[in-house]
T-cell receptor, first 114, second 117 residues
Framework: AQKITQTQPGMFVQEKEAVTLDCTYDTSDPSYGLFWYKQPSSGEMIFLIYQGSYDQQNATEGRYSLNFQKARKSANLVISASQLGDSAMYFCAVSNTGGFKTIFGAGTRLFVKA | EAGVVQSPRYKIIEKKQPVAFWCNPI?????LYWYRQNLGQGPELLIR????????DSQLPKDRFSAERLKGVDSTLKIQPAELGDSAVYLC???????????????FGPGTRLTVT
């Protein structure tokens, strides 16, 4: 069985500062993928970043980077230089090989202060 | 490239009434997902299609929920009869199919917010 835990229901960050959103996962699959999605108030889930379990390097996409610590089963999202438009819900998800089963966490609401 | 399209965006019905949601995935995406997202929670998978075949419907409440994906493109999710607890956002997503062991990201539509009164 797969499980995602996001322990921060809400986070505040000052504009232009960096913020880390925590995510721990549990899966029995030897090969898996980790995703982060952003959900603004409009409701649409927006794909941000992907990390494969066998990828040696941490994934980066623009201002987003994923701090992947496999031994700790941790996949934290780091947002650098926060912008007001980053205020949203952020969901971490784990998917098994082939993407057949994707489990989402409960999410972290990020508030960016001007 | 057009994204995942869903309609309607909002629906308010009385309990025991039927309701249907429609989804048009991204062109070329073989896999289609329906999720339910309750308030304050992450999405939970209801059903997954590979082309026109429902390959995972283990979380679909089959006594009242049904889904179809005719011709492997558009999909419809139906609830009949609706209950108060069905109030949620219903999200449709699509991704490339299982052509390899690669794990593909899912692209989501805007969702349908259902309110059952």
């Amino acid at each position: 069985a797969q499980k995602i835990t996001q322990t921060q229901p809400g986070m505040f960050v000052q504009e232009k500062e960096a913020v880390t959103l925590d995510c721990t996962y549990d899966t029995s699959d030897p090969s898996y993928g980790l995703f982060w999605y952003k959900q603004p108030s409009s409701g649409e889930m927006i794909f941000l970043i992907y990390q494969g379990s066998y990828d040696q390097q941490n994934a980066t996409e623009g201002r987003y980077s994923l701090n992947f610590q496999k031994a700790r089963k941790s996949a934290n999202l780091v947002i650098s230089a926060s912008q007001l438009g980053d205020s949203a819900m952020y969901f971490c998800a784990v998917s098994n090989t082939g993407g057949f089963k994707t489990i989402f966490g409960a999410g972290t609401r990020l508030f960016v202060k001007a | 490239e057009a994204g995942v399209v869903q309609s309607p965006r909002y629906k308010i019905i009385e309990k025991k009434q039927p309701v249907a949601f429609w989804c048009n995935p991204i062109s070329g995406h073989n896999t289609l997902y329906w999720y339910r997202q309750n308030l304050g929670q992450g999405p939970e998978l209801l059903i997954r299609y590979e082309n026109e075949e429902a390959v995972d419907d283990s979380q679909l409440p089959k006594d009242r929920f049904s889904a179809e994906r005719l011709k492997g493109v558009d999909s419809t999710l139906k609830i009949q009869p609706a209950e108060l607890g069905d109030s949620a956002v219903y999200l449709c997503a699509s991704s490339y199919g299982q052509a390899s062991l690669k794990i593909y990201e899912q692209y989501f539509g805007p969702g349908t917010r259902l309110t059952v009164t």
